[in-house]
């Protein structure tokens, strides 16, 4: 089983970004979760296309652009070439999110649909076979730090299941709350992207709680409730 740690820089300290990637390289991050705020879609504002370009100098890994911004077809163009391997956007904002969806492709980037805690799973059935990946968020998007919603085990479960009826094995990413003491349960629910900000960065010692992470990724799931764990599991890439 393959699951990606995707530390998330919203809450390192930004005056010191390349020691944060550092860090949380040297621990095994997997990728690295870029979250892009436009004060519209979500109340904060955060970084655009620079910052994004001097973070593709200094990583190792991908760059997980998430685009919490509520028209991201302008800046498509701007993020990829600026380093981003993965972009993601918001199903809420974008009346014609096929065609967001390929353009994102044909830009040679990753493409990801986002889907907010209020939004139905249903929400993704006539895009499930075009994605790349879908991002469940497990928080109300805007800022780091906030808890785990409880019962988003469920709705990774039921992503992951809409995919597999598509026919579509790309993997179920999921962000916001996530620590070693939830991310077996969301690992066993089918998610294999895990985003974690606070519980890497505001831990004290970023590389060791990235390593943390991915071990307890791959613990036992003992914890998981019953009807998370009948689920079939797929869709590792």
Avoid: W
């Amino acid at each position: 089983m393959n699951v990606l740690i995707a530390p998330s820089i919203l809450s390192a300290d930004f005056a010191a970004l390349g020691e944060a990637v550092a860090a949380i390289e040297r621990g095994g991050a997997d990728l690295i979760h870029v979250d892009v705020m436009d004060g519209h879609f979500v109340p904060n504002i955060t970084i655009g296309p620079p910052v994004v370009r001097s973070l593709k100098r200094i990583a190792t890994v991908p760059l997980d652009v998430h685009l919490m911004i509520m028209d991201p077809d302008r800046y498509l163009n701007a993020f990829v070439e600026a380093g981003a391997a993965r972009v993601s956007v918001h199903i809420e904002v974008l009346p014609h999110l096929h065609r967001t969806v390929h353009a994102i492709k044909a830009l040679g980037a990753k493409a990801g649909v986002v889907l907010n805690p209020a939004t139905p799973v249903t929400a993704l059935e006539e895009i499930a076979a075009d994605v790349d990946f879908v991002l469940v968020m497990s928080v109300n998007p805007g800022f780091g730090g906030q808890s785990f919603i409880p019962g988003s085990e469920r709705k990774v479960a039921a992503v992951r299941a809409l995919l597999d009826r598509a026919g579509n094995q790309s993997p179920v990413e999921i962000d916001g709350g996530i620590d070693a003491g939830n991310i077996g349960r969301v690992v066993a629910a089918g998610a294999r992207i895990i985003v974690a900000g606070s519980a890497v960065f505001h831990s004290g010692n970023p590389e060791g709680a990235t390593r943390e992470l991915k071990a307890a990724a791959l613990a036992p799931f003992s914890d998981a409730p019953a009807e998370v764990r009948a689920v079939p599991v797929k869709g590792g890439r």
